[in-house]
């Protein structure tokens, strides 16, 4: 059989790559023992007293499956995904490690699917090269922000596997945000299918090590090219991916600094906040700027007359203390509308919960309360915890033009290093758990 010259290339490329990982494998291969020797190490510090052992005996419930719109119309099928692989030309340079910026560099493909009502609903999803988007001008998503995201990353084990973190939820807090917008649902199970075969292609670009990691960014937009203000009968599904390194500087504490200024207000009642639309994220940019005007970092998102905390930046944020009963408390804004459902969040929660080790509670709590409990020295930490970061832990706030120091960071063991330990432990691959996704 005489092969073309295009199907010479794809297979010298898919050769090269397994070439390359069968190389760094190798390599791996040769420091086995001194990382058993490194983690029997870390098992043994764990295990002294007053310390909890990370179990992989967790309990997860899997959301509720959405319900599509009667009117939909046909859902796509990982079983119809083509592919159409990048050309020699068209691949780019792997960046290092250190110079992995968010959202600096992108792989060399993409995964897309149209919806068009008129064609009887979604059309058959493609991988295909990086490449610019084509929009009518009067698209919906130019003019109405008709449009929603997701943030997820793919992790590369300390065996050489790749897992991604807990995509179920992901795809349900997506179908559930496509709802709010007027834009198609989809099925869940069989995008991550799709994904699952985009990062494969893809794999040499989720970096060989514990300091980085691969972003996938799935994005829903409207694009009927219409200027109606109404739901979208044309819509574009799509996922681009970037590797990413540490969300802080090596040689940081990683402690951040807020502003929390009350003239300012994410989200309200029967509003969005609850949902990742870019609607949510462009008024904040404003706010931003003006905390990075004061030297502080990030903004602490404040809600009514009482000054309730709801997120911090894009993160959602815990607090750790000591409860009016004298025990030990881990606290977090409750899911009433005005917080992201964070998958991180929701994950703590499950771990604190199974260690049994203090209070774990959902309820809102206010800037005075903080305040309070800091002059009593009741409160022992602050920390924000999202996709990008995992837990990142608060040092001060300026609230009403004055530094609150939070002790944070003055904790011999503290919880918000303990939890960022659980999962990433999970995220690399350490620790056998349902909630990471093997990618084959």
């Known amino acids: 059989m005489v092969l073309g010259t295009k199907e010479i290339c794809r297979r010298v490329i898919r050769n090269q790559h397994k070439l390359r990982h069968y190389i760094q494998q190798q390599i791996r291969l040769c420091s086995t023992t001194s990382l058993r020797t490194q983690e029997a ?15 992989p005996d967790f309990s997860t419930v899997a959301p509720k499956p959405i319900e599509h719109d009667p009117d939909i119309g046909r859902l796509f099928k990982a079983s119809e ?19 992995l910026a968010f959202g600096k560099y992108f792989t060399d493909h993409m995964m ?51 897992r ?32 699952s075969r985009l990062v494969s292609i893809d794999q040499e670009w989720v970096p060989h090590t514990e300091a980085a990691s691969l ?6 937009i409207g694009i009927d090219p219409t200027l109606g203000v109404a739901s979208s009968d044309s819509a574009l599904l799509y996922t681009i991916l970037c590797p990413v390194g540490e969300y802080f500087k090596p040689g940081s504490s990683g402690a951040v ?17 609850d949902r990742k639309m870019g609607s949510n994220y462009a008024p904040t940019i404003h706010v931003q700027k003006e905390a990075a005007s004061k030297g502080l970092q990030q903004v602490l998102w404040l809600y009514g007359e009482d000054h309730q905390l709801t997120e911090v930046g894009t993160m959602n944020i815990f607090m750790f203390y000591i409860n009016d009963n004298g025990e030990k408390e881990l606290i977090t804004p409750p899911l009433n509308g005005l917080i992201l459902p964070g998958i991180t969040r929701d994950s703590i929660l499950s771990l604190a919960r199974q260690w049994g080790r203090f209070k774990v509670n959902e309820a809102s709590f206010t800037m005075p309360q903080v305040c309070q409990l800091i002059k009593e020295e009741r409160l022992l930490e602050l920390f924000g915890t999202g996709t990008a970061c995992v837990v990142s832990p608060i040092e001060r706030i300026h609230y009403l033009g004055e530094d609150i ?36």
């Open 257 to 273: 600094s807020l502003l929390a200024d009350p003239r300012y207000t994410r989200a309200w009642p029967g509003g969005v906040g």
């Open 112 to 162: 897309k699917a149209f919806y068009h009502k008129s064609l009887g609903g979604w059309q058959k999803p493609e991988i295909t090269p990086l490449e610019s988007l084509v929009l009518h001008p009067a698209a919906k998503v130019l003019h109405y922000a008709v449009e929603l995201f997701e943030g997820m990353k793919a992790y590369r084990g300390v065996d050489g596997r790749i």
């Open 41 to 55: 190490q870390k098992q043994e510090d764990d295990e002294q007293p007053g310390f909890t052992t990370i179990r």
């Open 215 to 220: 972003y996938l960014r799935p994005t829903l």
């Open 164 to 195: 991604i973190f807990r995509p179920e939820m992901n795809m349900h807090r997506m179908n559930v945000s496509a709802k709010r917008s007027g834009l198609p649902t989809f099925d869940g199970v069989e995008f991550t299918k799709c994904l």
């Open 81 to 99: 995904l083509s592919v159409r692989l990048a050309s020699p030309t068209q691949l780019q340079p792997k960046p290092d490690v250190d110079d």
């Open 405 to 440: 120091l939070i002790p944070t960071m003055e904790q011999s063991k503290p919880v918000f290093d303990e939890v960022k330990k659980a999962l990433t432990d999970i995220q690399y691959g350490k620790v056998d758990h349902p909630w990471a996704m093997i990618i084959d």
